[in-house]
């Protein structure tokens, strides 16, 4: 069992920057394909960012080039850093971890992004 903790949400103004975290208490984490996903009310979880084994990269369209995700093996932790703040980027951010047939999520952390 692999735990993910979130970390680095909270209250900002649009066109700030917070840095998200997500530590993973494995030993294999440089095998996971780490991800973000945000879930905001009333709506469904969407995928943000994904980071390959290999540190090959994948944005959704709504955040190409405002937020980057990066990972730290040596910490077994992935980043998720975001410019450019909007209001619709208000949402609770999950961290998730895959490896073949192996899935984990995190509990999650809030972003709150006011006008």
């Known amino acids: 069992q692999v735990q993910l903790v979130e970390s680095g949400g909270g209250l900002v103004q649009a066109g700030g920057s917070l840095r998200l975290s997500c530590a993973a208490s494995t030993h294999t984490f440089s095998s996971y394909t780490m991800g973000w996903f945000r879930q905001a009310p009333g709506k469904e979880r969407e995928l943000v960012a994904t980071i390959t084994s290999v540190t090959s990269t994948k944005y959704a369209d709504s955040v190409k080039g405002r937020f980057t995700i990066s990972r730290d093996n040596a910490k077994n932790t992935v980043f998720l850093q975001m410019n450019s703040l909007k209001p619709e980027d208000t949402a609770v951010y999950y961290c998730?971890?895959?490896?073949?047939?192996?899935?984990?999520w995190g509990r999650g952390t809030q972003v709150t992004v006011s006008s």
């Open positions: 998730k971890a895959v490896w073949g047939f192996l899935t984990y």
